[in-house]
């Protein structure tokens, strides 16, 4: 079975500071891993996916995701916080071999100091 | 392309009753995905379908729940007999078929069950 851990259910970051927003994942054959965006009373967004063609992985809004095997990994980044980022993030997963729904965390909601 | 579109966006019912939900996805997709998000919560898959054929339920989808494809266009996902519990974001998406394709999200339905 796959499952999703999001270290941290909030974060709060200072515009132009890093974000960090982490994501451990568990999952017996090669995963697909996607981060989806949830602003308020609105469905999910697609940030980005991996799909093993590379380990590093640039999205939308300035996001990018590196895939980290050996730790399990794909925590999201982006270099400097806008306040257009807060907002709820999500990690999922789905194995992609005959079993495409995604399994997600708990979510993480980005506060930005102002 | 006018993306996935679920209505009505808010159902207020109260105990007891029956509601339908209804989702139209993006035209060309093939694949259609119910979940269901409760407040603070990431979303939880209920079912999906390729084309008209229900592919997998999950073991959330009791009794009093129903989906249905008929013509591998839209979908409508009816409730019977609502309890408080059922109160959540029904959440909807669509993608093509290929393993690891980007399941694109509906705004959702929010049902409050008084």
């Known amino acids: 079975a796959q499952s999703v851990t999001q270290l941290g259910s909030h974060v709060s970051v200072s515009e132009g500071a890093l974000v960090l927003l982490r994501c451990n994942y568990s999952?017996?054959?090669?995963?697909?891993l996607f981060w989806y965006v949830q602003y308020p009373n609105q469905g999910l967004q697609l940030l980005l996916k991996?799909?093993?063609?590379?380990?590093l992985v640039k999205g939308i809004n300035g996001f990018e995701a590196e895939f980290k095997k050996s730790e399990t990994s794909f925590h999201l980044t982006k270099p400097s916080a806008h306040m257009s980022d807060a907002a709820e993030y999500f990690c999922?997963?789905?194995?992609?071999?005959?079993?495409?729904?995604?399994?997600f965390g708990t979510g993480t909601r980005l506060t930005i100091i102002p | 392309d006018t993306g996935v579109s679920q209505n009505p966006r808010h159902k207020i019912t109260k105990r007891g009753q029956n509601v339908t939900f209804r989702c139209d996805p993006i035209?060309?997709?093939?694949?259609l995905y119910w979940y269901r998000q409760t407040l603070g919560q990431g979303p939880e898959f209920l079912t999906y379908?390729?084309?008209?054929?229900?592919?997998?339920k999950s073991r959330l989808l009791s009794d009093r729940f129903s989906a249905e494809r008929p013509k591998g266009s839209f979908s409508t996902l009816e409730i019977q007999r609502t309890e408080q519990g059922d109160s959540a974001m029904y959440l909807c998406?669509?993608?093509?078929?290929?393993?690891?394709?980007?399941?694109?999200f509906g705004a959702g339905t929010r049902l409050s069950v008084l």
């Open positions: 998406a669509s993608s093509s078929v290929g393993p690891g394709d980007i399941q694109y």
């Open positions: 999952s017996s054959v090669p995963p697909y």
């Open positions: 991996y799909t093993s063609a590379a380990t």
């Open positions: 999922a997963v789905s194995d992609g071999f005959g079993n495409e729904k995604l399994t």
């Open positions: 035209s060309e997709h093939n694949r």
């Open positions: 379908f390729q084309n008209e054929a229900q592919l997998e």
